[in-house]
T-cell receptor, first 118, second 110 residues
Framework: DTGVSQDPRHKITKRGQNVTFRCDPI?????LYWYRQTLGQGPEFLTY????????KSRLLSDRFSAERPKGSFSTLEIQRTEQGDSAMYLC????????????????FGPGTRLTVL | GDSVTQMEGPVTLSEEAFLTINCTYT??????LFWYVQYPGEGLQLLLK?????DKGSNKGFEATYRKETTSFHLEKGSVQVSDSAVYFC?????????FGQGTRLTINP
């Protein structure tokens, strides 16, 4: 059973460029989350999908950020017109459906994508 | 809103020492509580969890008890090893999202 995977692992871009990250959740996990982690801080919630529906967005998710999960499987997070303040680790996590009772409340994290905006 | 406060680090201990990392929370309702660990160069891993008051989560010699009366979920280990060196995050989950503390960096010296 493979874990959550994220691509790329590292991204360096220049200010003003657009970037897109991909997350592949654990197979059959119907819920998917994006978090952002800056140096020395805990992860902060960005957005949450159940299947293909985006059900919650943080106020941290400005209009330059957009996330999709078109077929309820993988997800993409796009940042337009990147700013230096967007430099962070972007984490994806997934959770199983209610049928997986013992682990329903758990979130399984991927390795993250480290973004550096120059 | 919901929040988690962890004891500030970094924490440095000698091998076989007793470990406590304090965690308190503020939440509406009855959240689930978690400890995650992040080893150098790796992603977040779930260490242990507790879903209701008085539950004790345990894993790899670590323990934490969900204390509703003191809104706490302190992490303890009786005898730490060098391999326990990592950053530890306390987190709560209400409806869906996790709310994390700022993390505590733990270094164990041989």
């Amino acid at each position: 059973d493979t874990g959550v995977s994220q691509d790329p692992r590292h991204k360096i871009t220049k200010r003003g460029q657009n970037v897109t990250f991909r997350c592949d959740p654990i197979s059959e996990h119907n819920r998917l989350y994006w978090y952002r982690q800056t140096l020395g801080q805990g992860p902060e919630f960005l957005t949450y999908f159940q299947n293909e529906a985006q059900l919650e967005k943080s106020r941290l998710l400005s209009d330059r950020f957009s996330a999709e999960r078109p077929k309820g499987s993988f997800s993409t997070l796009e940042i337009q017109r990147t700013e230096q303040g967007d430099s962070a680790m972007y984490l994806c996590a997934s959770s199983p459906p209610w049928a997986w009772r013992t682990s329903y409340n758990e979130q399984f994290f991927g390795p993250g994508t480290r973004l550096t905006v120059l | 809103g919901d929040s988690v406060t962890q004891m500030e680090g970094p924490v440095t201990l000698s091998e076989e020492a007793f470990l406590t990392i304090n965690c308190t929370y503020t939440a509406t309702g009855y959240p689930s509580l978690f400890w995650y660990v992040q080893y150098p160069g790796e992603g977040l891993q779930l260490l242990l969890k507790a879903t209701k008051a008085d539950d004790k989560g345990s894993n790899k010699g670590f323990e934490a008890t969900y204390r509703k009366e003191t809104t706490s979920f302190h992490l303890e280990k009786g005898s730490v090893q060098v391999s326990d060196s990592a950053v530890y995050f306390c987190a709560l989950k209400g409806a869906q999202k996790l709310v994390f503390g700022q993390g505590t960096r733990l270094t164990i010296n041989p």
